[in-house]
């Protein structure tokens, strides 16, 4: 049998898993906060929609730094 190298697409798939589930916590989510019918959109409901997606994408940036750390070998 031949060795297969499996190289693992982890900010890839981070990447996408974050797309997913912002899309769904901003639909979700956002649509109980942000009033639409306002003129001038309220702060705290943009500010508790959004900050949540950016912390979900540096959580997972930093999961992928991690991992790929342990991936490398010692130099």
């Known amino acids: 049998m031949d060795r297969?190298?499996?190289?693992?697409?982890y900010k890839a798939g981070f990447?996408?898993?974050w797309?997913?589930?912002s899309v769904l916590?901003?639909?979700?989510?956002g649509g109980l906060v942000?009033?639409?019918?306002n003129r001038v959109p309220d702060a705290s409901g943009l500010m508790t929609t959004f900050?949540?997606?950016v912390m979900l994408y540096l959580l997972?940036?930093?999961t992928v730094?991690?991992?790929?750390?342990f991936a490398q070998p010692d130099k």
């Open 15 to 17: 990447r996408r898993l």
């Open 25 to 29: 916590w901003i639909i979700g989510y």
């Open 34 to 37: 942000i009033d639409f019918g």
């Open 51 to 53: 900050i949540p997606v």
């Open 65 to 69: 730094w991690v991992v790929e750390g």
């Open 4 to 9: 297969v190298k499996i190289k693992f697409a």
């Open 19 to 21: 797309l997913v589930l």
């Open 60 to 62: 997972g940036a930093a």
